[in-house]
């Protein structure tokens, strides 16, 4: 079992929908989960942090975790053209070991 | 400011050539990270450095030699690479380094092609 697991992809939303985007984590020792946007060619640009369990909303985007379920998404509210990327879910294996998903491909279609 | 700064943005290089990559951030953080990052895969950890000491070393074959001269900078030195190593090479830093699992935050890499 892989630790931190993503749907590949490729996700395909609307233009003004609601992208969902799904991550599963095996360690339950993991505290802190991380939301990376990565364009092509480009480095991850971190998009949310979140450490407790519940929603955590910045702007269009909400970061949901829950540690009984070790289940972590990032909803996209509004999704704009600018927002198709890799988007990876990262979550910590011991204290400074982040391991990051596959990365879900992400397209919003004008 | 969040800017982790990496030199150079592209490397060519022959399987024989020494070269070193760079990375510097002036965040006063004190953890510094490498990763590796193929194509259509995520990055991969290879090495951290807390307060300039090599913490973590993820089995990087020996070619790959890590050096952390100050609480700025971080040098990834190059030899004798194969063209599997060919990559997007990433620098990454955090607050502490201490207690752990804290943000890290991404310079925009060097692509490397080893031929």
Redesign the interface.
Known sequence: QKEVEQNSGPLSVPEGAIASLNCTYSDRG???F?W?RQYSG?????IM?IYSNGDKEDGRFTAQLNKASQYVSLLIRDSQPSDSATY?CAA?Q??????????TRLTINP | DTEVTQTPKHLVMGMTNKKSLKCEQHMGHRAMYWYKQKAKKPPELMFVYSYEKLSINESVPSRFSPECPNSSLLNLHLHALQPEDSALYLCASSLAGTGGQETQYFGPGTRLLVL
């Open positions: 993991s505290q802190s991380f990376y480009k480095s991850p640009e971190l942090f990876l910590f011991g204290a400074q070991k982040l391991v990051f998903g596959q990365g």
